[in-house]
């Protein structure tokens, strides 16, 4: 069995500071790890994928995530948010054995403030 | 634009009727995937097709049927319809059904039940 934890429902952050979103996930084998994101009245793009190279996987928009696999984490992080980076945004984890349709987080709401 | 293509965009319909979503897969990509995304259930998986034959069957009722048709586009039924049933559908698609591989999202088709 998969499953896949988002940490917080909410995150909140000033443009130009830090964003941190929480994801922790299970998997019975090593997982592929995505992360996607939804604006509003749109579809979901994908930010950046982990496959089991390097631990730390660059995205578009200037996100990057890190796989702690003893931490059973996959935070996404971005130094410097910007007012565009507002939406939703999902973890998924999609396992390398047993059922191979993805499973999502229940998403995180990014609100930046001006 | 991520290459796979819903149409109709938004859908008003009352209910008990029955509505056909339609999904255009990216240019080349075998695997169609049908998600439901509703307030209180989050993002959830619905069925998956590869190559004209389903592959995986999620939290999809007994109402709702899909196919995939030899040019490879898919088809999401909707019949007796309640008004639960309002949601935002997305296809995805992917250039094969291995396990972590990417999956590419529609734009997704708004359903209004009323």
């Known amino acids: 069995a998969q499953s896949v934890t988002q940490l917080d429902s909410h995150v909140s952050v000033s443009e130009g500071t830090p964003v941190l979103l929480r994801c922790n996930y299970s998997s019975s084998y090593s997982p592929s790890l995505f992360w996607y994101v939804q604006h509003p009245n749109k579809g979901l793009q994908l930010l950046l994928k982990?496959?089991?190279?390097?631990?730390l996987v660059k995205g578009i928009n200037g996100f990057e995530a890190e796989f702690k696999k003893s931490e059973t984490s996959f935070h996404l992080t971005k130094p410097s948010a910007h007012m565009s980076d507002a939406a939703e945004y999902f973890c998924?984890?999609?396992?390398?054995?047993?059922?191979?349709?993805?499973?999502f987080g229940r998403g995180t709401s990014l609100i930046v403030h001006p | 634009d991520s290459g796979v293509t819903q149409t109709p965009k938004h859908l008003i319909t009352a209910t008990g009727q029955r509505v056909t979503l339609r999904c255009s897969p990216r240019s080349g990509d075998l695997s169609v995937y049908w998600y439901q995304q509703s307030l209180d259930q989050g993002l959830q998986f619905l069925i998956q097709?590869?190559?004209?034959?389903?592959?995986a069957k999620g939290n999809i009722l007994e109402r709702f049927s899909a196919q995939q048709f030899p040019d490879l586009h898919s088809e999401l039924n909707l019949s007796s319809l309640e008004l639960g049933d309002s949601a935002l559908y997305f296809c995805?698609?992917?250039?094969?059904?291995?396990?972590?591989?990417?999956?590419?999202f529609g734009e997704g088709s708004w359903l209004t039940v009323v």
């Open positions: 998924v984890v999609s396992p390398s054995g047993g059922s191979y349709i993805p499973t």
């Open positions: 995805a698609s992917s250039d094969t059904s291995l396990i972590g591989n990417t999956i590419y």
């Open positions: 097709y590869y190559n004209g034959e389903e592959r």
């Open positions: 982990y496959t089991s190279a390097a631990t």
